[in-house]
């Protein structure tokens, strides 16, 4: 390969320029097959390794130079093992080789920054392989059949694209920092062959930028997925009498045809060029993402300690070194990372313990149910009791009940401070990791307010010292109400039961979040709560055996909940329609005089807001600290007062139609053109609006694609509609002064406030 050249370019990027500081003008050409042999020989012979002959060809396919990995495979003379790099994890160490590798012989893997949410295609499941005791360096991949295996790589690769992108950054210095990958089996349960190839675990994110920057930035995310799951996925052409190949090999011949496309394609644009004449854009964008740096795991050694099951080691180990770098140092959102670290030390729990209590098989379905490769319908089945309803809060219920177990919970913890690498954990710390298994079920559906109810988890959540206790067990029940009274009569059992239940509803429909940041005041008010309290604490005020208010208000919450959609009363953003699927619903505030202990204002039931939640916790402590509010601000209110009911909403009002000219010919005055302006408007944002209740359906229950596209596209979107808004609030007909009046509209708005 040449040298780079030594002067920055300038190449079109979109609206945007980006300067490339180097970029090759020739592109390797493909590997030599004897070079490839002598790698597959070299890794079977060497004892610290550990793949399979189909593994080590995908190894072999994949490096740019097989002979300099060959190389590193080696052992030199002496005592040495040879050059491959080394990480010990917890339990085992990993062996790789350094190479540079074809981007095109690259899949990529189960991306953890959007495990945690629910996607139209579902992962692949993961499992290991072993030859006797000793576990080998992949997994395997298995798919429902091909087909799921192309939509999920486009799935990845678009999503993670929409997450983030270093496209520009490729461009202009190519992908710097290696990849982490490895071989994988794909395998399909229709009975279709395997397939054995490489997948990048860590660098996702540059791996599906650099498909970006390959495929242009003229191409959305989907369509440059769709590419790249075409490169990967397609077969090439069997010729008249070529013998019958195995479907690796026919796959592999069709990416090494794509190369070969894109080789010419990079030929022909320096060639056009000249030595002189300005690089084509095309050609850098080829040049800075051909191949990229990777380190390939090739083996995995156990220690003698290690409690996991041999074909689980590699794995654990991978996502050891991967949890290091994105839990540490290089983040995940804190929802990835906390699905990552209880998954984590649940598998660990159930591998090294389970047998040990004799709860092995229940353990594995709680594992189950909380990664989702069950759905909540198994409750019944794996808590072994027909009565629970195999509904998604029931799901959430049994699962806060069994990882807060002794001495499951205490075991847990320590394995999470393990992963974390923490010297303690608190129960806000364990709550916090709960949060993104228990949403599981209803993540995309009540996605407005997750980051809320995620937050409230970190804040204690239901974990409140009665649920924490011993010596309790779950009520199965189709009306939580009827457990109301068995509560009041000290059965701590249907208590905690309308706690955890309950909890979970208020959590997740956003009328109870963590007390940062939580507006008091003296008087009811949406958004306001009468003190701040740690979410568990109100929740174990709640459900305390004396408090009446309390625990009908848990029961019914937890009575009301839908999994499908918010509620109505919701303090998330407003809601332009409700899913067709769902029933409208609502929390309700309490009257214990009613005979359903519902209250009403004329008739119809008064919606719940959080700060009738926190009042009920506690109503000695809210009724001194809205004593002390009222002393302060000097206020005339001396107690609680109902929430006003809000003006029932409206579609846009249409005006009266504008005259018509008694003569045809008379020309429409400027006041009817405006009018008539003024309805089309109108018109075209109530069909604005209807469009929007369209997406919001179209999107319910998945959290991909964004329902108004990309950044580039949202933001043309957001353009236009701030535009309309401003222009809109700039013809205010209430407005009585200009806002950008200075002082006297500062005045005036001074005497409108003390009006």
């Not at 997925?225 to 490169?231: D, G, L, M, R, S």
């Not at 009920?616 to 809205?626: L, M, N, P, V």
């Amino acid at each position: 390969m040449s040298k780079p050249t030594s002067r920055p370019i300038t190449v079109d990027w979109g609206k945007e320029t980006v300067v490339v500081s180097d970029f090759p003008r020739e592109l390797p050409e493909a590997s030599d097959v004897d070079d490839r042999n002598r790698l597959v020989r070299a890794g079977t012979a060497q004892r610290l390794t550990g793949l399979t002959e189909d593994a080590w060809h995908a190894v072999a396919r994949a490096s740019t130079a097989p002979a300099l990995v060959a190389h590193q495979l080696r052992p030199p003379s002496g005592n040495g093992d040879g050059l491959l790099l080394e990480e010990h994890v917890e339990g085992a160490t990993l062996r790789s080789v350094h190479s540079r590798v074809w981007l095109s012989e690259l899949f990529p893997g189960i991306q953890p920054r959007t495990s945690q949410e629910k996607l139209d295609v579902d992962d692949p499941k993961v499992l290991g392989k072993a030859e006797g005791d000793r576990p080998l360096a992949l997994l395997r991949y298995r798919y429902r059949n091909r087909q799921h295996l192309w939509d999920h790589v486009k799935q990845t690769l678009s999503v993670t694209l929409h997450r983030n992108s270093y496209a520009e950054s490729i461009l202009a210095r190519r992908v710097t920092r290696a990849l982490i990958v490895h071989p994988v089996l794909f395998e399909f349960e229709d009975g279709e062959e395997s397939v054995t190839a490489l997948v990048a675990r860590d660098g996702i994110t540059r791996l599906a930028s650099a498909w970006k920057v390959l495929s242009g930035a003229d191409l959305t995310h989907e369509e440059v997925a769709e590419q790249a799951a075409n490169a990967l996925l397609t077969e090439r052409a069997r010729s008249a009498g070529e013998p019958a190949k195995p479907l690796t090999q026919r796959l592999a011949l069709g990416r090494e045809e794509y190369r070969k496309r894109v080789h010419e394609e990079f030929s022909a644009a320096i060639a056009a060029a000249g030595t002189a004449g300005p690089v084509p854009a095309r050609a850098v964008c080829i040049a800075q993402t051909y191949l990229v740096p990777a380190h390939i795991a090739v083996g995995i050694e156990a220690h003698e300690l290690s409690a996991l099951r041999v074909a689980d080691v590699f794995d654990d180990a991978l996502r050891s070194i991967l949890a290091s770098v994105h839990v540490e140092f290089k983040p995940w959102d804190e929802a990835a990372k906390n699905v990552e670290v209880a998954t984590r030390a649940l598998k660990l729990v159930v591998q090294t313990r389970a047998a040990e209590w004799g709860m092995e098989k229940l353990l594995q379905d709680v594992h189950a149910l909380a990664t989702g490769r069950i759905a909540e319908t198994a409750v019944p089945e794996v808590f072994e009791d027909q009565r629970i309803p195999g509904t998604a809060l029931w799901r959430a219920v049994y699962l806060v009940h069994a990882l807060t177990r002794p001495p499951l919970h205490e075991e847990l913890k320590t394995r999470a401070k393990d992963i974390k690498n923490d010297r303690r954990m608190s129960t806000k710390g364990y709550a916090g990791l709960l949060g993104p298994v228990i949403d599981l079920p209803w993540r995309s559906e009540k996605g407005s307010a997750l980051a809320q109810a995620r937050n409230a988890w970190s804040n204690g959540g239901v974990l409140c010292a009665d649920v924490l206790a011993d010596g309790w067990d779950v009520v199965p029940t189709d009306d939580f109400t009827s457990l109301v009274e068995p509560a009041l009569q000290g059965d701590v059992h249907a208590r905690c039961t309308l706690a955890v239940a309950g909890g979970i509803a208020l959590i997740a429909d956003k009328l109870l979040t963590r007390n940062v940041g939580s507006a008091v005041a003296p008087v009811r008010q949406a958004g306001k709560v009468p003190f701040r309290a740690d979410v568990s604490v109100v929740i174990g005020g709640l459900a305390a055996q004396n408090n009446t208010h309390g625990l009908w208000l848990l029961a019914h919450a937890a009575q009301r909940f839908q999994a499908s959609t918010l509620p109505d009363n919701t303090s998330a953003r407003p809601r332009l329609a409700h899913p067709s699927n769902a029933t409208p619903y609502q929390h309700v505030a309490i009257d214990l005089t009613t005979t359903d202990r519902i209250a009403r204002d004329g008739g119809t039931e008064r919606a719940l807001v959080t700060w009738d939640v926190v009042y009920a916790s506690d109503e000695g402590r809210a009724k001194e600290q809205i004593r002390k509010l009222v002393q302060l601000h000097g206020s005339a209110t001396g107690g609680v007062v109902p929430l006003a009911g809000s003006a029932p909403s409206g579609g846009v009002v249409t005006p009266a139609s504008a005259p018509v000219p008694a003569n045809g010919t008379s020309k429409p005055s400027p006041a009817q053109l405006i009018e008539e302006e003024r309805r089309a408007l109108a018109k075209r944002l109530q069909e604005a609006r209807e469009s929007l209740d369209v997406l919001e359906n179209l999107g319910r229950g998945r959290t991909f694609p964004p329902l108004l596209g990309a950044v580039e596209e949202w933001s043309k979107l957001h353009e236009a509609a701030i535009e309309i808004f401003k222009y809109i609030d700039d013809h205010n007909p209430t407005r009585t002064s200009d806002p950008d009046d200075g002082e006297d509209a500062a005045d005036a708005d001074d005497e409108a406030a003390s009006a």
